[in-house]
């Protein structure tokens, strides 16, 4: 006889290969000791997709001992992913671990993600509520003026106070799903989960989705290198242009080549407003900024590259719905 099903899968995705051959695994291991340690955790099952190359990664047979209760997955995926780094294949990981849970509600987090000791029981507290997704609020948790930098460009609009209740966005590194809220759309996510579509897929059946103050995770980036923060810009801005472009002509695709030097600007000036607004860490986003205008400048640079060229970074076009900055 099959176990019951779990309440809660977490779906772990490994994203610290975005600019490396090789997937570090030190990240994950920190992770799983987070979730190892949550209050009052309902029943639960850990899944991680991992990128599949052939060998053993180093680090997975530690990952193996430490965690025998953990499903790891090596995926091969159709994404390029070379010496060059990318992200695509990140989205595929993220489709074969959400086919492959079987508990009641879904969660997605990151390897670098260090969730809050209760966020396993609020976020099943929270779906008592009928949305179909509840995502959380997202801190920095390793003080250094690069990491905050990184934590602002990427995350800006998860730092508490996040306002509780419906909501249009929630990130995919701290989210939760209801499982039956996504079969519904299984063919949107089946191949690569996208949240953009995703949501709006969501969306157009008529379910909600929302935000938590109280399901908090800590961004926790650890041996956080400006050379490496710089191409991974590159790297997801060039990418973000592939799938914004695919819906447009080549004349608004020049458009937003000519305007992609005013990003830096317009971007730090969206962190500042948000930032102000909540009252919290306005002394740590001026130390950061000049490292703000340097990633968002590489951002702008990838951008503007992406919308010329149409392909992504590993080489391969990406057709797909816009996604908001």
Same mark, same amino acid.
């Given at each position: 006889?099959?176990?019951?099903?779990?309440?809660?899968?977490?779906?772990?995705? &490994?994203?610290?290969?975005?600019?490396?051959?090789?997937?570090?695994?030190?990240?994950?291991?920190?992770?799983?000791?987070?979730?190892?340690?949550?209050?009052?955790?309902?029943?639960?099952?850990?899944?991680?997709?991992?990128?599949?190359? $052939?060998?053993?990664?180093?680090?997975?047979?530690?990952?193996?001992?430490?965690?025998?209760?953990?499903?790891?997955?090596?995926?091969?995926?159709?994404?390029?992913?070379?010496?060059?780094? $990318?992200?695509?294949?990140?989205?595929?990981?993220?489709?074969?671990?959400?086919?492959?849970?079987?508990?009641?509600?879904?969660?997605?987090?990151?390897?670098? !993600?260090?969730?809050?000791?209760?966020?396993? +029981?609020?976020?099943?507290?929270?779906?008592?509520?009928?949305?179909?997704?509840?995502?959380? @609020?997202?801190?920095?948790?390793?003080? *250094?003026?690069?990491?905050?930098?990184?934590?602002?460009?990427?995350?800006?609009?998860?730092?508490?106070?996040?306002?509780?209740?419906?909501?249009?966005?929630?990130?995919?590194?701290?989210?939760?799903?209801?499982?039956? @809220?996504?079969?519904?759309?299984?063919?949107?996510? &089946?191949?690569?989960?996208?949240?953009?579509?995703?949501?709006?897929?969501?969306?157009?059946?008529?379910?909600?989705? +929302?935000?938590?103050?109280?399901?908090?995770?800590?961004?926790?980036?650890?041996?956080? &290198?400006? *050379?490496? !923060?710089?191409?991974?810009?590159?790297?997801?801005?060039?990418?973000?242009?592939?799938?914004?472009?695919?819906?447009?002509?080549?004349?608004?695709?020049?458009?937003?080549?000519?305007?992609?030097?005013?990003?830096?600007?317009?971007?730090?000036?969206?962190?500042?407003?948000?930032?102000?607004?909540?009252?919290?860490?306005?002394?740590?986003?001026?130390?950061?900024?000049?490292?703000?205008?340097?990633?968002?400048?590489?951002?702008?640079?990838?951008?503007?590259?992406?919308?010329?060229?149409?392909?992504?970074?590993?080489?391969?076009?990406?057709?797909?719905?816009? &996604?908001?900055?």
């Amino acid at each position: 006889m099959s176990a019951p099903p779990p309440r809660l899968s977490v779906v772990i995705v &490994e994203v610290s290969d975005t600019v490396a051959r090789r997937t570090d695994f030190a990240h994950l291991a920190r992770c799983l000791e987070a979730l190892n340690g949550q209050i009052d955790p309902p029943s639960m099952e850990i899944l991680v997709p991992y990128l599949a190359r $052939g060998y053993d990664e180093p680090g997975i047979e530690e990952i193996k001992t430490r965690f025998p209760a953990v499903r790891l997955l090596p995926i091969e995926v159709r994404a390029a992913h070379d010496a060059a780094g $990318g992200r695509e294949h990140h989205d595929e990981l993220r489709a074969r671990g959400l086919a492959a849970a079987r508990g009641d509600l879904v969660g997605l987090l990151e390897d670098h !993600a260090r969730p809050d000791p209760h966020w396993c +029981a609020r976020a099943v507290e929270a779906h008592r509520a009928p949305y179909a997704g509840i995502g959380g @609020a997202i801190e920095n948790d390793v003080d *250094r003026p690069l990491n905050w930098a990184v934590y602002f460009c990427d995350f800006y609009h998860y730092l508490n106070p996040v306002p509780a209740g419906e909501s249009f966005r929630v990130s995919d590194a701290n989210v939760v799903y209801k499982r039956s @809220a996504l079969e519904a759309i299984r063919p949107v996510w &089946e191949e690569s989960f996208r949240e953009p579509e995703v949501n709006a897929a969501l969306a157009a059946r008529g379910e909600r989705l +929302a935000l938590s103050p109280e399901i908090v995770l800590y961004q926790h980036r650890v041996g956080l &290198e400006l *050379r490496d !923060a710089i191409k991974e810009r590159i790297i997801w801005g060039r990418s973000y242009a592939v799938i914004r472009g695919a819906g447009i002509g080549r004349g608004q695709r020049l458009l937003y080549v000519a305007l992609s030097p005013a990003l830096p600007a317009l971007l730090w000036l969206r962190m500042a407003r948000s930032v102000r607004r909540k009252g919290r860490c306005v002394g740590s986003f001026l130390r950061a900024s000049p490292l703000i205008g340097l990633l968002t400048g590489a951002w702008s640079l990838g951008e503007a590259v992406g919308y010329v060229t149409g392909r992504s970074d590993g080489g391969r076009h990406v057709p797909a719905s816009p &996604e908001s900055v």
